[in-house]
């Protein structure tokens, strides 16, 4: 069964420092999705592509988080300077596009600590 | 508005029997509200989902009853089993060009003993 794929699993890094995260959607998905799941609470999307295209990013930290799909496929986020209050679980999804309604494809996250 | 309100925080239940999780939202553009299961260490996976336009949806041992009138909606697990055991997320979309974006709830982490 397809999945989506994400790297690293965990991260420990100390805050001030830079990080990365990549995620490899499902094959021919064209939405992806990059959700924030702090412990104890729901999911919250951060950023959401359609193809290359950035369709929402209303609620990413734009002053130090930044996303990029350069060639429709693949993802990464990144985190500079990472602060304490960003360590969470970031995920990524992935949809066939808007007649997936709300049905996303959730990869297994990246554990994020931030010290 | 934006906020979709989850009870309880946490559920025990004895294997056999019956978990009900309740889910409350207020912005009357929501029209698809699916439901999310979580294991340790895993991403949400997609359980099942309605539209409000029906009251009732089953899909084996899961139901969903929404109401429409009372913006509220449910999570009914029949016979319910250990492996059942998980978080499970309510969720809500408006569809159009949020069609990804999901407000999820705060979760339940369902026990299910043996």
């Known amino acids: 069964e397809a999945e989506v794929a994400q790297s690293p699993r965990y991260k420990i890094t100390e805050k001030s420092q830079a990080v990365a995260f990549w995620c490899d959607p499902i094959?021919?998905?064209?939405?992806l999705y990059w959700y924030r799941q702090i412990l104890g609470q729901g999911p919250e999307l951060l950023v959401q592509?359609?193809?290359?295209?950035?369709?929402?990013d209303s609620q990413l930290p734009k002053d130090r988080f930044s996303a990029e799909r350069l060639k429709g496929v693949d993802s990464t986020l990144k985190i500079q300077p990472a602060e304490l209050g960003d360590s969470a679980m970031y995920l990524c999804?992935?949809?066939?596009?808007?007649?997936?309604?709300?049905?996303?494809?959730f990869g297994e996250g990246s554990r994020l600590t931030v010290l | 508005q934006q906020q979709v309100k989850q009870s309880p925080q946490s559920l025990i239940v004895q294997k056999g029997g019956i978990s009900i999780i309740n889910c409350a939202y207020e912005n009357t553009a929501f029209d698809y509200f699916p439901w999310y299961q979580q294991f340790p260490g895993k991403g949400p996976a997609l359980l099942i989902a309605?539209?409000?336009?029906?009251s009732e949806k089953k899909e084996g041992r899961f139901t969903i009853s929404f109401n429409k009138s009372a913006k509220q909606f449910s999570l009914h697990i029949m016979d319910s089993q250990p492996g059942d055991s998980a978080t499970y997320f309510c969720a809500a979309n408006a569809g159009g060009t949020s069609y990804g974006k999901l407000t999820f709830g705060q979760g339940t982490i369902l026990t299910v003993h043996p």
């Open positions: 094959s021919g998905h064209a939405t």
């Open positions: 999804a992935s949809s066939l596009g808007p007649g997936a309604q709300g049905k996303l494809f």
């Open positions: 592509f359609q193809d290359e295209s950035v369709v929402d």
């Open positions: 309605i539209r409000p336009d029906v």
